[in-house]
């Protein structure tokens, strides 16, 4: 599978418009898994559906004229990076309807209505606080950030982030300790 996938994106970058119907169905398995994952942290009405949020991130990606895939571990943390992204601007639309004159929403459920717009506002915010220290962290160090995109929002392994990023798997344990550190001080500030 891995070397399929590798090979679909060799054939889709040299041109072959084919390759970019069978790489959507040799990945799309994986990435509902990975938006599974990612709206696994989210509020629990969030409005996009893991379907949609991969649909939303594979037109991105396609979008991408120049992009120079390599193989199928930087296909994914590319595609990681691109959900967030569309996670992200999913979470400044919602801040941006909840200002004054924005309609609210009528939700059901155990907590009151009030309750519930509080959790999502709350879990809305902790996305951008994380998004914006992820892009302070990335100024500082950039791997350590690409080791937090591919490990925390692509779900990928220690293995495939090392060779998503040219680094040994000791390297990612190392990074990745390190990342979380950082983060988790930066946002405790």
């Known amino acids: 599978m891995p070397h399929d996938v590798t090979a679909l994106l060799l054939a889709w970058r040299a041109g072959d418009r084919d390759a970019a119907d069978q790489l959507y169905d040799a990945v799309y398995d994986e990435?509902?898994?990975i938006a599974r994952l990612q709206?696994?942290?989210e509020r629990d009405d969030?409005?996009?559906s893991s379907t949609a949020l991969v649909h939303e991130a594979y037109l991105r990606l396609v979008d991408q004229s120049r992009a120079e895939w390599a193989d199928r571990a930087q296909f994914f943390a590319v595609a990681s990076r691109m959900m967030r992204r569309v996670l992200v601007d999913h979470a400044r639309r919602r801040g941006a309807s909840k200002r004054p004159g924005a309609r609210e929403r009528e939700s059901l459920g155990a907590l009151e209505d009030g309750e519930i717009a509080s959790v999502a506002n709350e879990r809305a915010e902790t996305l951008l606080a994380v998004d914006e220290a992820l892009t302070r962290l990335s100024a500082r160090d950039e791997r350590l950030a690409r080791v937090v995109e591919c490990r925390f929002f692509g779900g990928l392994t220690d293995a495939e982030t090392g060779a998503v990023l040219g680094v040994t798997e000791r390297t990612?344990?190392?990074d990745w300790a390190r990342a979380k550190q950082w983060l988790y001080a930066e946002l405790r500030a």
Do not use: A, D, M
Request: proline share 0%; charged share 35%.
């Open 46 to 48: 969030h409005t996009l």
């Open 172 to 174: 990612v344990q190392r």
């Open 31 to 33: 990435l509902r898994r």
């Open 39 to 41: 709206l696994g942290r």
